[in-house]
Each structure stands twice: as structure tokens, then as C-alpha cells.
């Protein structure tokens, strides 16, 4: 039996704005260890606050979240910190690389925490370039790299903490369709190793590749077959 990476069971978050907003509305899903989901859904309808929640950068305001069989929703700020460098990478559509530190300065500057943070950052910075198969533009500013390899260099720099957990929003909305394949190859494969990726997309060469679709619409959640 795969193990659960995510429980989340009627998650609800709100808004005090005026009006206030429900931006989850009893939301629950469970993504074991391995899956690749995409979340669609239009602008507004709540992506990127299940994305924050799934991040653990913000909390809900009802329901119950366990990542890695960890509740989360009580506990203290620095404990959800750290839990989020030890089990969460994130992926944004822009690449967030600092442009006068070469590729692999650019993934050592990764946060992470715990034991990981000690020991050797660049023979870990490099191992992870390896595995995006960018060991060969180690030593690049990151404008002499294409946009694919730029992203690829981003994903390098989210395994730096060796996450279970690959949060991604919109992780190829900056790409042309070949390097966007590039990227979504190397989705495959990482889940391959057993990495667990959760992506939100409006791109359906994007959500094709996933095992699993969930569309959101004002906040509620529904698996598509
Ligand atoms: P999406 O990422 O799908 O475009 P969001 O999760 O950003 O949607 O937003 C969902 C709803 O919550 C929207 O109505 C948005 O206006 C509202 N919302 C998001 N963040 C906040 C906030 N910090 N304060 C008030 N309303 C918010
Ligand atoms: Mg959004």
C-alpha cells in the first residue's frame, strides 16, 4: 500500500475580507507517495490558497491537514517551518534565480533545515543539478540558460532539502512546448524515485501527463475521472 503524502479533510479557509471570501470550501483529498496531480480550476477559484495551505504557508481555518502523517494545523510557527524545509519543495513560474550567482550558487542558496543544511551544500547542490540533468551548466550565469533549463534549475534548487513533497504552481507557464516536455519528463522521472508532485496548470499538455486531475470551482474540490 502506498503511503499518504497528503490528508487534507474538510479544509476550509476564509477570508475576513469585505465581503468575506471562502476561498476552500470543505475541501478533502489524499495523494499518496508517487502520484502526480494536477489541480485546474479558472482565476480566483482558490488554486493558490490550497497551494499556500498544502505548503504549510498558511493555515486553514477548519479541517485537518496531515502531511506525512503529521497533523499540522496546531502546531507552532517554527515548527511548521521546519517541517516545511524538511518535506516541501516549491516550484514557481517564474524561476526566483539570482542573475549574478552562477547555476550552482543558485541552488546552494536553497533553504533547508535539519541536518541537510550542515553537510556539504555544494556536493549537494551538484548531486541535485545531476538529477536534473543540468551537470553540465553548473558553472552558467543563468542567462546563458534556456528557459527549460532555467526552470530545471529552479526544480534542482526545491530537492535541495530532499522534499517528499514538490509543490509547483504554474511550473511551466514561462515555457515554449519542448522545453515544457523537457520539464514534464523530469516530473516522471523524479516520481519514479518516489517523489509526490502536485501541480497547478491551465496548460493541458500539463494536466494530460498527470495521473490525476482535480478541478477546483469557488473553492470546492472534485476529482475527475
Ligand atoms: P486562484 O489561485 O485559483 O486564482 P486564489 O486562491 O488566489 O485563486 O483566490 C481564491 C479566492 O480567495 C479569490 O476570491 C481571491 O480573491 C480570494 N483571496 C485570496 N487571497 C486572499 C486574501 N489574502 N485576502 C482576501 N481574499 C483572498
Ligand atoms: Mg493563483
Same mark, same amino acid.
Do not use: W
Given at each position: 500500500? #502506498?503511503? #499518504?503524502?497528503?490528508?487534507?479533510? !474538510?479544509? @476550509?479557509?476564509?477570508? #475576513?475580507?469585505?465581503?468575506?471570501?471562502?476561498?476552500?470550501?470543505?475541501?478533502?483529498?489524499?495523494?499518496?507517495?508517487?502520484?502526480?496531480?494536477?489541480?485546474?480550476?479558472?482565476?480566483?477559484?482558490?488554486?493558490?490558497?490550497?497551494?499556500?495551505?498544502?505548503?504549510?504557508?498558511?493555515?486553514?481555518?477548519?479541517?485537518?491537514?496531515?502531511?506525512?502523517?503529521?497533523?499540522?494545523?496546531?502546531?507552532?510557527?517554527?515548527?511548521?517551518?521546519?517541517?516545511?524545509? $524538511?518535506?516541501?519543495?516549491? %516550484?514557481?513560474?517564474?524561476?526566483?534565480?539570482?542573475?549574478?550567482?552562477? %547555476?550552482?550558487?543558485?541552488?546552494?542558496?536553497?533553504?533547508?533545515?535539519?541536518?541537510?543544511? @550542515?553537510?556539504?551544500?555544494?556536493?549537494?547542490?551538484?548531486?541535485?543539478?545531476?538529477? %536534473?540533468?543540468?551537470?553540465?551548466?553548473?558553472?552558467?550565469?543563468?542567462? $546563458?540558460?534556456?528557459?527549460?533549463?532555467?526552470?530545471?534549475?529552479?526544480?534542482?534548487?526545491?530537492?535541495?532539502?530532499?522534499?517528499?513533497?514538490?509543490?509547483?504552481?504554474?511550473?511551466?507557464?514561462?515555457?515554449?512546448?519542448?522545453?515544457?516536455?523537457?520539464?514534464?519528463?523530469?516530473?516522471?522521472?523524479?516520481?519514479?524515485?518516489?517523489?509526490?508532485?502536485?501541480?497547478?496548470?491551465?496548460?493541458?499538455?500539463?494536466?494530460? !501527463?498527470?495521473?490525476?486531475?482535480? @478541478?477546483?470551482?469557488?473553492?470546492?474540490?472534485?476529482?475527475?475521472?
Amino acid at each position: 500500500m #502506498p503511503e #499518504p503524502v497528503i490528508e487534507l479533510d !474538510r479544509v @476550509r479557509k476564509d477570508f #475576513p475580507s469585505r465581503p468575506p471570501v471562502r476561498a476552500l470550501a470543505d475541501v478533502s483529498l489524499r495523494v499518496d507517495q508517487g502520484d502526480y496531480v494536477a489541480v485546474i480550476g479558472p482565476s480566483g477559484s482558490g488554486k493558490s490558497t490550497l497551494l499556500n495551505v498544502l505548503g504549510l504557508l498558511d493555515r486553514p481555518t477548519s479541517g485537518s491537514y496531515r502531511l506525512d502523517g503529521t497533523e499540522t494545523t496546531e502546531l507552532a510557527d517554527g515548527a511548521r517551518t521546519r517541517l516545511r524545509g $524538511r518535506r516541501i519543495g516549491f %516550484v514557481f513560474q517564474s524561476f526566483h534565480l539570482l542573475a549574478h550567482r552562477t %547555476v550552482v550558487e543558485n541552488v546552494m542558496l536553497a533553504e533547508i533545515y535539519g541536518d541537510h543544511a @550542515r553537510k556539504g551544500r555544494r556536493e549537494r547542490a551538484l548531486a541535485a543539478l545531476e538529477r %536534473v540533468g543540468l551537470g553540465h551548466r553548473v558553472g552558467f550565469l543563468p542567462d $546563458r540558460l534556456s528557459g527549460g533549463e532555467r526552470q530545471r534549475a529552479a526544480i534542482a534548487r526545491a530537492l535541495m532539502g530532499e522534499p517528499s513533497l514538490l509543490l509547483c504552481d504554474e511550473p511551466t507557464g514561462n515555457l515554449d512546448s519542448r522545453n515544457t516536455e523537457a520539464v514534464l519528463d523530469l516530473f516522471d522521472e523524479l516520481r519514479e524515485h518516489g517523489l509526490t508532485i502536485l501541480v497547478i496548470t491551465h496548460e493541458q499538455e500539463v494536466s494530460d !501527463r498527470a495521473a490525476r486531475r482535480v @478541478r477546483i470551482t469557488d473553492g470546492v474540490l472534485v476529482e475527475e475521472a
